[in-house]
């Protein structure tokens, strides 16, 4: 119907056109070509006059009504040091071009007017003149190299590269049809190696195990960061060009496979910040659509997209971003636990499987410690029994395997550190096997780790030992899992 009517308009105003035409032809015949020729181009000149007044009216309406999308201005502010000084570079650009649109466009509409079709009236031919080609030359030149030296600087700020002198903190995102895959390099503070032959269902990055860099790097579902420091942003692909674009921060690179990019940038302002800054806007006191208890600007988050058309699932490449104070950061970061860690430790991939990592070590020496001063705290004797997590013994025997040293040598600490401390070291089996040859092993293997201790220092006079063979269990031996945890040796502080 709509579409009916519309072309009926046209086709009145083409007949309205037709018969203006065949009038004007007749008055024209009446009154003289000349004559009427004149008072046509009069009306023209009047009507591009009208024209511009309208038009330049308008435009400046209009950037009112929506300077608060402009950049730099209103709530679109950027929220990186240096994404303000690319604001600055647009709207310095606006204020040139805009002059130059205000006066051509005055003088295009003047000329026209001042300059109509007049009896008697002659053209001036104006073949070529020196002096003119020269300003409107040299102008533009000047002012161009202005532009193009600001924007040459503030590109250099987010591309010159960091200086090892610096101090930067460095993340890598990898696009992959439809994600991210974000990596964090984990209190070392350096990024592992990678190799795409690598990469597997379990290994998505394609990291290099046997890198130790690697085996602290964490891989967060989404992007922190702390606020005013410096970030380097590794960017790569999986598979076809992505696009890393992080708008409120001024920032976008293509996620090349087979080749790292980067970009860097200093976050400014925390997420908090920014929505206190957009709470002062009309636009965004109004109900968020998809959580009408909260304002849009309580719901405001920054984000990361893909700004290159991957394919289907290209919209799907959202990632939060948030930026927090220092403090913020630092609890976050200490929640994150590394991917080797959590998903490759003890599997087939695992290179270290018979050995106990550096970070392990310190992490079970932290464990052991304060254990023992929980239990030399503790009033009731249930309290001041310990057991040792890492001691193993080779199957069915009492002999220690070499990877009990560590939690051993945690132990010899404790008793060097506390002189007066004694203690029974107390072992335990499962219920498998005849509970007479369970108590004969449990007292062998006790016996065991005291022969260590000794050969470590500890005077043989400390140490008592008992076999509790399978008369005390830890947890029911119905399951394996409890059985584990019934074979074991335990320590009981008596003197401390
Ligand atoms: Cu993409």
């Not at 496979?257 to 976050?267: A, K, R």
């Not at 590394?338 to 050995?355: Q, V």
Request: with cysteine.
């Amino acid at each position: 119907m709509t579409a009916l009517l519309a072309i009926l308009c046209i086709a009145l105003i083409a007949i309205i056109a037709i018969q203006i035409g065949k009038v004007t032809e007749l008055a024209s015949k009446i009154r003289g070509e000349e004559d009427m020729q004149e008072i046509i181009n009069k009306r023209n000149a009047n009507y591009s006059m009208v024209f511009m007044v309208v038009f330049l009216v308008a435009c400046i309406i209009s950037a009112g009504y929506y300077k608060n999308y402009m950049l730099g201005y209103g709530p679109h502010v950027a929220a990186s040091i240096h994404g303000k000084t690319l604001d600055g570079l647009f709207n310095t650009t606006l204020f040139f071009t805009g002059i130059v649109f205000f006066i051509t466009q005055i003088m295009l509409f003047y000329y026209a007017f001042k300059y109509k079709g007049a009896r008697g009236r002659k053209p001036l031919y104006l073949p070529h003149n020196n002096r003119l080609e020269m300003i409107w030359t040299a102008i533009p030149a000047v002012v161009m190299t202005f532009l193009v030296v600001g924007g040459l600087d503030a590109w250099n700020e987010v591309m010159a590269d960091v200086t090892p002198d610096e101090e930067f903190m460095e993340i890598e995102g990898t696009g992959y049809q439809f994600a991210w895959h974000l990596r964090y390099p984990g209190p070392d503070g350096k990024l592992g190696t990678r190799n795409y032959k690598l990469i597997s269902g379990s290994n998505p990055l394609g990291q290099d195990w046997t890198d130790k860099k690697n085996l602290d790097d964490i891989h967060p579902s989404e992007v922190v960061l702390p606020v005013n420091k410096k970030v380097r942003v590794r960017i790569t692909a999986r598979d076809v060009l992505h696009n890393f674009y992080l708008p409120h921060f001024r920032v976008k690179m293509d996620a090349v496979p087979g080749m790292p990019t980067y970009f860097i940038f200093t976050p400014d302002k925390t997420t908090e910040e920014y929505r206190q800054e957009l709470s002062k806007y009309p636009e965004y006191q109004v109900p968020d659509p998809n959580d009408p208890e909260k304002m849009l600007w309580e719901t405001f988050n920054y984000e990361l997209a893909c700004a290159e058309l991957c394919g289907s699932g290209h919209y799907s490449m959202r990632r939060l971003v948030r930026i927090v104070s220092e403090a913020e950061y630092n609890a976050w970061l200490s929640q994150q636990q590394s991917y080797f860690m959590s998903s490759i430790r003890g599997t087939d991939e695992d290179p270290y499987k018979n050995e106990v990592l550096d970070e392990e070590v310190k992490q079970r020496k932290m464990e052991f410690s304060d254990a023992v001063q929980k239990a030399m705290g503790a009033t009731e004797a249930e309290g001041k029994v310990l057991r040792l997590n890492y001691v193993y013994f080779e199957t069915g025997a009492a002999k220690l395997t070499d990877m009990s040293r560590y939690e051993l040598d945690n132990l010899v600490e404790t008793l060097n550190k506390y002189p007066n401390m004694t203690i029974e070291i107390g072992g335990h089996t499962d219920n498998t096997g005849d509970a007479a040859s369970n108590q004969a092993l449990s007292a062998e293997r006790a016996n065991a780790v005291k022969g260590y201790l000794v050969g470590k220092g500890v005077a043989a006079g400390r140490l008592q030992t008992q076999g509790y063979g399978q008369s005390k269990p830890a947890e029911s031996n119905d399951t394996e899992a409890g059985r584990e945890k019934n074979r074991r040796i335990e320590f009981k502080i008596l003197t401390q």
